[in-house]
């Protein structure tokens, strides 16, 4: 059964956090470091769409919330818990977010895309042209890097594929090189 039917099933085909039946498709929750069911939610086009684009947001649509964010999926929580982090200028969401209890590694993920937090206090991670990375992205090395605590060298041109983020330093961000999980410098990858 593919995801999208899966969480068909999970939801009875609605959308897991507006219930509207339409459009629906699988939304991965970022970082897409980790990926699968757990991972995810059904959600329509509105919902996805607003989700990605924060400058469409419309905050009186979210008052689903209201209802989804008791969902007892960790998916559909942390996305509640990010939309209303976003929105928490509105009081209604403020209150909602003061009643939501979230497990503290659902809160940590929610945490993960740095939604609610002042643009001050945003950690911006850039590779070497200045281009923002989030997590889940790819990148390349643009030189040999020695890996620390290793013999190995990771060689320039080599692709990174879904990058996490270091959420305390804007200089570090973690990925795969073949099996082995090493940290790298930002000014040394490019997104691709
Ligand atoms: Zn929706």
């Known amino acids: ?36 069911l757990d991972r995810s939610l059904l959600g329509c086009e509105t ?3 607003q989700i990605e684009n924060p400058d469409t947001t419309d905050a009186n649509h979210w008052r689903c919330l209201n209802d989804s964010m008791w969902s007892e999926h960790e998916a559909v929580k942390a996305v ?12 209604w ?10 497990e503290e590694e659902t809160l940590k993920w929610a945490k993960e895309t740095g939604e609610g937090e002042e643009e001050g206090e945003k950690i911006i991670h850039r590779d070497v042209n200045g281009v ?23 060689k320039q041109g080599t692709a990174v594929r879904r990058i996490s983020l270091d ?11 073949g099996p082995t999980q090493i940290v790298i410098i930002t000014k040394y990858v490019k997104k691709i």
Do not use: T
Not at 4 to 25: I, M
Not at 80 to 91: D, I, P, T
Not at 93 to 101: G, P
């Open 1 to 36: 059964m593919s995801l999208f039917e899966q969480l068909k099933e999970r939801s009875g085909s609605q959308c897991e956090l507006c219930a509207v039946p339409d459009n629906l498709q699988v939304y991965e929750v970022p970082p897409k470091s980790i990926v699968g």
């Open 47 to 49: 919902c996805i769409g």
């Open 80 to 91: 509640a818990w990010r939309m209303l982090s976003r929105l928490k200028s509105e009081g």
């Open 93 to 102: 969401s403020q209150d909602l977010l003061d009643m939501m209890y979230l």
């Open 132 to 154: 923002v990375l989030q997590n889940g992205d790819s990148v390349v090395l643009i030189k040999d890097l020695k890996v620390k605590g290793s013999s190995m060298v990771a």
């Open 167 to 177: 959420r305390e330093n804007a200089e570090f961000i973690e990925g795969k090189v």
